[in-house]
């Protein structure tokens, strides 16, 4: 019996399953117009909504002002949570979020610290996307893997589906 593999996600579903991505994934690529740029996500909400510090005279920056679609791509390993989802962002220099979200390693992009005069919050709120991953974890996808290798057939342990918020 075929297995269906697919697990449409909405609301706080397909909040967890990129909240767990993406935290697992650590960073990410975040595609504007014209630009893609590799970012780490330094919170992500109840929400599902994606936080960053970016320069306020980074190219990206400039490309949101123009245009807030954008598309972020996120792998969290080799084997699964892979993830894609376009959002809409925006861009403010709310003082609370810089403070919760600062850290001293930001430090090497922001030499002036947390009250750097170039300091912007990013915050992508994710609209849909796509998801493919396993659906017990890394352990039991592997060891399946490996079942399915010594003895000649496909234990797939994988699952993918769309994602709405």
């Known amino acids: 019996m075929q297995e269906d593999h ?3 996600l909405t609301g706080a579903d397909a909040v967890k ?3 767990d991505i993406v935290e697992e994934a650590k960073s990410g690529f975040l ?3 014209g630009h893609v ?3 780490s996500p330094l919170k992500v909400d109840e929400a599902g909504n994606l936080w960053f510090l970016s320069a306020s005279d980074s190219r990206h920056n400039q490309e949101i002002e123009a245009n807030p679609a954008v598309r972020m791509y996120f792998q969290a390993s080799h084997h699964s949570g892979f993830l894609y989802f376009d959002g809409h962002a925006a861009i ?3 003082a609370a979020m810089i ?3 600062w850290s001293f390693t930001l430090k090497t992009w922001f030499t002036e610290g947390e009250h750097d005069p170039r300091i912007t919050v990013i915050q992508v709120r ?3 996307g796509y998801y493919w991953d396993n659906k017990h974890g890394n352990a ?3 060891a399946k893997m490996l079942a399915g290798a010594v003895i000649g057939q496909t234990l797939d342990d994988s699952i993918e589906g769309t994602l709405r918020l």
Request: with cysteine.
């Open 99 to 101: 403070k919760e979200l």
């Open 126 to 128: 994710p609209l849909d």
């Open 17 to 19: 399953r990129i909240k």
């Open 140 to 142: 039991v996808a592997s």
């Open 92 to 94: 403010s220099r709310d």
């Open 37 to 39: 740029v590799p970012m």
């Open 31 to 33: 595609c504007t117009a």
């Open 6 to 8: 697919h697990q449409n």
